[in-house]
Nanobody, 120 residues
Framework: QRQLVESGGGLVEAGGSLRLSCAAS????????MGWFRQAPGKQREWVAG???????RYADSVKGRFTISRDNAKNTVYLQMNGLKPEDTAVYYC??????????????WGQGTQVTVSS
């Protein structure tokens, strides 16, 4: 059974940076798309970024130019480097594994989430 475990969340001031990590179990990590979603209080979960098995990346307009998604297939890990953080980036961030076509990400598996809080 596939398992995704996020880490790296925390409290940061506006303008600061954080790097989230997501460690995945399973032998097919390198063949599957990985992504990040977030959910702020009272809002629906929204897609943030995705990376295909070959390394192609896609971003939501709200984070483009500030966030960078990457993957290390040798470590079965996907990362989300978040720079220039804003208070509106405050949310629980979820790692996901599934399929990506353009900016449409279909998640088959989810992590448990990690809290990111950006103070103004």
């Amino acid at each position: 059974q596939r398992q995704l475990v996020e880490s790296g969340g925390g409290l940061v001031e506006a303008g600061g940076s954080l790097r989230l990590s997501c460690a995945a179990s399973g032998s097919i990590f390198s063949t599957i798309a990985m992504g990040w979603f977030r959910q702020a209080p009272g809002k629906q979960r929204e897609w943030v970024a995705g990376i295909g098995s070959a390394g192609s990346t896609r971003y939501a307009d709200s984070v483009k130019g500030r966030f960078t998604i990457s993957r290390d297939n040798a470590k079965n890990t996907v990362y989300l480097q978040m720079n220039g953080l804003k208070p509106e980036d405050t949310a629980v961030y979820y790692c996901a594994a599934g399929r990506m076509i353009a900016t449409i990400f279909q998640s088959d598996y989810w992590g448990q989430g990690t809290q990111v809080t950006v103070s103004s």
